[in-house]
């Protein structure tokens, strides 16, 4: 059995940017008396985009690079996807809260390499025989 030890770091690391996300929103929430939603502020709006649109891809995004690990992908396979989806939702982050197109376009395009690596490392270990 392969106990996962790659994957966790990324999960670890991505929990930590969720948490300043969601602190950012929360922050400005307090700061501009912003009760729900997104007051008709523009940046209110953006850094409620950064924080959903991370909740969005990121959950399925670690299970399929978890299933590549527990499924005995080269270590360096599990480690680029995972890097390629930190650093593209650090990326899109940046570029959805400060309204920056080209970090947010790379960082989403990363974000979809990470969750097509993954499904492609995922079904060719369970399906080989299709690949």
Request: glycine residues 8%.
């Amino acid at each position: 059995m392969v106990i996962p030890i790659i994957t966790p770091l990324y999960a670890a690391l991505l929990g930590l940017l969720f948490l300043v996300l969601t602190v950012r929103v929360g922050m400005f929430r307090v700061k501009n008396s912003i009760n729900i939603g997104d007051g008709k502020n523009d940046e209110m709006l953006h850094r409620i985009r950064a924080h959903a649109n991370f909740t969005e891809y990121v959950p399925l995004a670690l299970i399929l690079i978890l299933f590549t690990e527990i499924l005995a992908t080269d270590s360096t396979v599990v480690h680029a996807l995972g890097a390629a989806l930190l650093v593209g939702r650090v990326l899109h982050a940046y570029g959805l809260s400060g309204n920056i197109m080209r970090p947010r376009v790379v960082g989403q395009a990363l974000t979809m390499l990470s969750l097509l690596g993954g499904s492609i490392c995922t079904a060719m270990a369970i399906y080989p025989f299709y690949f």
